[in-house]
């Protein structure tokens, strides 16, 4: 089992540039989460999709957005990049149930100048 | 005042040593407490997994939660170099589709 896949890795995009990282899971999990992680602020929840078919904003939307594509698939597009969106993007996975226990990818490192 | 609090660290510990990591929180309707370890330039890895107070042991690991004093820890036994990591923990209150609130995550750093 791979669990949770994106892609790319690395990413060097120009200010205005747009991308889209890609997410994928085999646990057979109904949510879906995005993430982006800055040193001193932690994790922060970008948006999230409970189930195949919603979405729904986290802390953090602005200058985002996703495609929840089928069960497995969750992406994150960002459509004109700006150098605060120079961070760590984390995927994440979970089964619908109380407590909601998080499954992370690897991680997306993204640069923007 | 932040809904979990965890000291950032660099928390440096000679090898073989007792480790506690500590998170308190402010929230009282968390039931559901983790632990997460992340290795430099990886993803969180889930570690330990609790419900309500008590202690949890795995291993060299065993993660205790107080719930009266609004505060979860972690502590590692016999630690190794290999246990190096940022440590986060996380909480939630299980409610629905109810997302995890997470610490800042505190750095360990075990020297031989």
């Known amino acids: 089992n791979a669990g949770v896949t994106q892609t790319p890795k690395f990413q060097v995009l120009k200010t205005g540039q747009s991308m889209t990282l890609q997410c994928a899971q085999d646990m057979n999990h109904n949510s879906m989460y995005w993430y982006r992680q800055d040193p001193g602020m932690g994790l922060r929840l970008i948006y999230y999709?409970?189930?195949?078919?919603?979405?729904d904003k986290g802390e953090v939307p602005n200058g985002y957005n996703v495609s929840r594509l089928n069960k497995r698939e969750f992406s994150l597009r960002l459509e004109s990049a700006a150098p605060s969106q120079t961070s760590v993007y984390f995927c994440?996975?979970?089964?619908?149930?109380?407590?909601?226990?998080?499954?992370f990818g690897e991680g997306s490192w993204l640069t923007v100048v | 005042q932040k809904e979990v609090e965890q000291d950032p660290g660099p928390l440096s510990v000679p090898e073989g040593a007792i480790v506690s990591l500590n998170c308190t929180y402010s929230?009282?309707?968390?039931?559901?407490f983790m632990w997460y370890r992340q290795y430099s330039r990886k993803g969180p890895e889930l570690l330990m997994y609790?419900?309500?107070?008590g202690n949890k042991e795995d291993g060299r690991f065993t993660a205790q939660v107080d719930k009266s004093s609004k505060y979860i820890s972690l502590f590692i036994r016999d630690s190794q170099p290999s246990d190096s990591a940022t440590y986060l923990c996380a909480m939630s209150d299980g409610s629905g589709y109810s997302t995890l609130t997470f610490g800042k995550g505190t750095m360990l750093l075990v020297s031989p």
């Open positions: 609790t419900y309500s107070s």
């Open positions: 994440a996975s979970s089964e619908i149930r109380s407590g909601n226990t998080i499954y």
């Open positions: 999709s409970a189930s195949e078919g919603t979405t």
């Open positions: 929230n009282s309707a968390f039931q559901y």
